[in-house]
C-alpha cells in the first residue's frame, strides 16, 4: 500500500492519494475495528488500514471466493458483511489475531449494497429480488430471509440507514425507476412497514442520510439525471423537495450529505452544493440560485468517512479529502445556477408491509 500527500490532485484539492499494489479498489469507508478506513477490491478482497498509526500497515482479507468486485460493506460489532454482483457474504473478527472467519454460509445471489441495524443484523438491496436479511437467532444462528413489498416488483438498489424511531430502525433505498423508498426494520416491531413516493419516470441511484439530529430520519436521493430529492422524514413526508439543475451535465452516480452541504458525483464531476442540506432543514427555500462547486474528474463513485473525509474513487487510486479543504476556501471557481422546482402533483405515495419471499 502507499499513501502520499499532494497539493496537485486531479482537482486541484490538497487531497491524499492512496494505492494498494495488486489491487483495484471498488468500494470504501470506515472501518471501525481501528478507527480508520477499509476498502473493498475489484477482485473480492478488503483491505484496512489506520492512517493515524504511524506504520500505516494494511492487512488484506479475502471475503468472496466468486472474485467479483465488493460493492458494499457493512459492519456491526465483530461481524462484517459484503455484497458483490454474484454473493452476500458474511464474517467474523477474531480480535486477538485480526482475522477474519466466514460467519455462516454466504448468499449465491447478487447485491448493490447492504447496511447494518442496531440490533446486529443486516439488510442487501437485491434488486427486484427484494431484500436480504441477515439475522442471528436466540442460539446465535445465522439466517437468509429474502423478503419483498406486497405492493408489487421494486427494483432496490442503494440502501442507508438513517436513525431510529419509535417503530426501530428506519432505512432509506433507491428504487431503481420507482423513487424513493423509506421503511422500519423489518426485523424490529416495525416489522418491516413503510412507504414508497414514486415520481414517474424518475430513475433514483443514490440515497443518503442527511445527517442531522434534529431531524433524524431526513434523506437526499438523486436520480441518474441529476434530480435531487430532499425529505425530512422518509416515513412521513408525501411531498419531497424535488430539484433540477439544469446547467449540469452527465449522468448521476452517487450522492453524499456531510456538515450541512450536499456534494454529488456524476461521470463528469464532482459538484459541492454548500449550506444546501441545511437551509432545507432549516426551512429556508431552496429553489433559488445558488453558488455551487465544480471540479471536472473521471471518478467512479464518493463516500463519506467519519463526516471528515471524502473517499473518492478513481479508476486506479483513491483521494482522500479533507471536508475543510473543500470548503469554505475557494479552491474551485464558482459557478451560480439557478434550480428549478418540480411541481409536486406527480408524486404518487403507497404505503407497504413485507411479505417473505423465500429462505436460504
Known amino acids: 500500500m502507499s499513501i502520499a500527500s499532494t497539493t496537485k ?19 470504501a469507508g470506515e472501518c471501525p475495528w481501528n478507527e480508520g478506513l477499509c476498502f473493498g477490491t475489484e477482485n473480492g478482497y478488503l483491505v484496512t488500514f489506520a492512517p493515524q498509526s504511524p506504520a500505516i500497515e494494511a492487512r488484506a482479507h479475502q471475503l468472496t471466493e466468486s472474485g467479483e468486485a465488493i460493492n458494499g460493506i457493512a459492519i456491526a460489532g465483530d461481524l462484517l458483511c459484503a455484497s458483490t454482483r454474484a454473493d452476500v457474504t458474511l464474517h467474523r473478527l477474531d480480535r486477538r489475531s485480526g482475522e477474519l472467519s466466514p460467519a455462516g454460509d454466504s448468499y449465491e445471489g447478487g447485491a448493490h449494497g447492504v447496511a447494518s441495524t442496531s440490533a446486529g443484523g443486516f439488510i442487501a438491496a437485491l434488486g427486484v429480488g427484494g431484500l436480504l436479511l441477515l439475522d442471528a437467532d436466540p442460539h446465535g444462528r445465522r439466517s437468509h430471509r429474502v423478503i419483498t413489498p406486497n405492493c408489487g416488483i421494486q427494483n432496490f438498489y442503494k440502501i442507508a440507514y438513517l436513525g431510529s424511531a419509535g417503530l426501530g430502525d428506519v432505512f432509506a433505498c433507491a428504487l431503481r425507476k420507482g423513487g424513493l423508498l423509506g421503511m422500519t426494520d423489518p426485523l424490529g416491531p416495525g416489522r418491516g412497514s413503510g412507504r414508497i413516493n414514486v415520481f414517474p419516470g424518475l430513475d433514483v441511484v443514490s440515497v443518503c442520510s442527511l445527517r442531522s439530529p434534529d431531524w433524524p430520519l431526513a434523506a437526499a436521493a438523486i436520480g441518474i439525471d441529476r434530480t435531487i430529492l430532499l425529505t425530512r422524514d422518509v416515513l412521513g413526508d408525501p411531498t419531497p423537495e424535488t430539484l433540477v439543475f439544469d446547467a449540469l451535465e452527465g449522468t448521476a452516480y452517487s450522492i453524499v450529505s456531510a456538515s450541512g452541504h450536499l456534494i454529488v458525483l456524476t ?9 444546501l442540506a441545511n437551509r432545507f432543514l432549516q426551512g429556508e427555500p431552496i429553489d433559488r440560485a445558488k453558488t455551487i462547486l465544480r471540479w471536472p474528474v473521471d471518478a467512479v463513485d ?40 418540480l411541481q409536486a402533483t406527480p408524486w404518487e405515495v403507497s404505503s407497504f408491509e413485507f411479505s417473505l419471499a423465500s429462505l436460504s
Open 9 to 27: 490532485a486531479d482537482f486541484n484539492v490538497p487531497s491524499d492519494v492512496i494505492r494498494f499494489p495488486g489491487f483495484e479498489v471498488s468500494w
Open 267 to 275: 461521470d463528469r464531476s464532482l459538484v459541492v452544493f454548500p449550506e
Open 302 to 341: 464518493v463516500y463519506l468517512a467519519y463526516d471528515r473525509w471524502l473517499l473518492v474513487e478513481l479508476p486506479d487510486r483513491v483521494r482522500r479529502i479533507a471536508l475543510d479543504a473543500l470548503l469554505p476556501q475557494p479552491v474551485a471557481e464558482p459557478v451560480a445556477l439557478a434550480p428549478r422546482t
